[in-house]
């Protein structure tokens, strides 16, 4: 199939966040089937397997995805060799990742399961070719086709689960290691007949240096979020390990959305700055504010986590509830790290990111090493809950403390708007506090929907809606003639 035109701006991001979604939406789906259908071990041994494939990806990325795409974008004749470098950076870690598997052999005991996920980290590196098309702005190929694979993925999980062969739980690591096989080589594969970025003058970035810092921090972030499962493991077993992925699992699309939904906003914090200037600490408090209140009625549907854990697993895992239960208010840290992370890239303070998210594995560590040998999965689920408020209120302080851009908030608006973020997740937990005690899904059912119906109307129809208009006639306003 030929590629079409390159997509509107407006195109692009329409595509990458519904595709994310969706994809979010059928990992909830395996969460579900998985832990109804395999025993406690192999839910935990797919935990394990599946928090090793995101943590190997994310590392071999390195944080050089953005600057290959913006090189690639830019077009110019050092792009291919820029390509390369960055291919080479990424086989380089991969072959690391892998003499650290070696030397961890309790991370994958079985032999195919090894293998296959060796397969999976030598590919990583080939999804590079997604920069190909975020350059071009054919972001449809790269969306479209991952949701392909991941729907693939759950069918055979379905007939993976309907067939129950000897070894069901097997069966399942080795589809979910060809997912990640499948979603590598499909970039590569399309890159081969895509269409090229047009040749033009390469504006030069932050230099080696610049990226290197960026990689770093990039890989101390990866290492703080999942860090806490193979802790869990080494110091407490798989059956933990398992009771904290349900939790994690149930509570993953409402941190990705939180993400998700900061990146649209990328050129309002980057509009007015230099190169000695970071953006307004009230532009990232104002970003804050509109996800902020996309996000925390869905921690109010938290609050009946026993609720949720029994309907996903069939019977009561009170471990496993209070571990969401903690968990709850870390879409609302969320919030506030990743509009002030995007303002501390957008203003290019590499080094300061680097240390914050450096003094947050530090911490989770620590943490963890404190809670998780006593607590477990609760250890382990405040102390991710406490390194991502640090993470948040440290990026703040750099905010606050280092050369920043002339606030176009006043105060007051900033404080406004932060109080009315609170609005839909007070409407929802009016709802809750109705619906009294919440023990079957009828009650359950009705508190989610109210909590999407309440996100929703925030984002387009309420106040939201006004500060997104006010965004957008303060960029206007700065357009140059």
Request: some cysteine; glycine content about 8%; hydrophobic content about 60%.
């Amino acid at each position: 199939m030929a590629d079409r035109g390159a997509e509107s701006i407006l195109q692009s991001q329409a595509l990458l966040v519904g595709a994310q979604f969706s994809r979010l939406g059928l990992g909830l789906l395996v969460t579900v089937l998985l832990v109804r259908g395999l025993d406690d071990a192999g839910w935990a041994a797919f935990m394990l397997l599946s928090t090793a494939c995101a943590f190997a990806a994310l590392l071999i990325d390195a944080g050089l995805q953005p600057a290959l795409v913006t090189e690639l974008a830019a077009g110019g004749p050092e792009t291919p060799a820029l390509l390369r470098r960055v291919l080479a950076i990424r086989w380089a870690l991969a072959l690391v990742v892998l003499v650290v598997v070696l030397g961890l052999p309790r991370l994958l005991p079985d032999l195919l399961p090894r293998v296959v996920f060796f397969v999976v980290v030598l590919t990583l590196p080939l999804r590079s070719w997604n920069a190909l098309f975020a350059a071009t702005r054919r972001n449809r190929v790269t969306a479209l086709g991952g949701l392909v694979i991941h729907a693939v993925f759950v069918v055979a999980v379905l007939t993976s689960l309907r067939l129950a062969p000897r070894d069901l739980a097997a069966s399942i690591l080795v589809l979910l290691c060809a997912r990640e096989i499948a979603l590598s080589l499909y970039p590569w594969l399309r890159a081969r007949r895509a269409v090229r970025p047009p040749a033009g003058e390469i504006e030069r970035g932050s230099g080696p240096r610049g990226l290197v810092l960026l990689s770093a921090a990039t890989i101390c972030g990866a290492a703080y979020l999942h860090l806490d499962v193979f802790m869990l493991e080494t110091l407490r077993g798989p059956e933990d390990v398992g009771r904290y992925g349900i939790a994690t699992r149930l509570l993953l699309p409402v941190m990705v959305g939180a993400n998700l939904l900061a990146a649209p906003f990328l050129p309002f914090l980057a509009r007015r700055h230099d190169e000695a200037a970071l953006p307004s600490l009230s532009d990232g408090l104002v970003l804050a504010a509109l996800i902020l209140g996309a996000v925390l009625p869905a921690a109010v549907c938290f609050e009946s986590a026993a609720a949720l854990i029994d309907l996903v697993k069939g019977e009561a895992a009170p471990v496993a509830a209070s571990a969401l239960s903690t968990l709850k208010l870390v879409p609302a840290a969320v919030a506030f790290g990743s509009a002030f992370s995007l303002a501390l890239v957008i203003g290019r303070r590499y080094g300061l990111w680097l240390l914050v998210t450096a003094l947050g594995l530090v911490a989770n560590v620590a943490l963890n090493l404190l809670w998780i040998p006593a607590e477990g999965p609760v250890g382990a689920a405040r102390a991710t809950l406490v390194t991502e408020f640090l993470v948040a209120v440290l990026a703040g302080l750099v905010l606050v403390l280092a050369p920043r851009s002339r606030p176009r908030w006043p105060l007051g608006q900033v404080g406004r708007a932060l109080g009315l973020a609170l609005a839909p997740a007070a409407l929802v937990l009016a709802l809750r506090l109705l619906l009294g005690p919440i023990a079957g899904p009828a009650p359950l059912l009705v508190l989610v929907v109210a909590a999407l119906a309440a996100s929703g109307l925030w984002m387009l129809l309420g106040p939201a809606r006004k500060i997104r208009a006010r965004i957008e006639s303060e960029g206007a306003q700065e357009e140059p003639a």
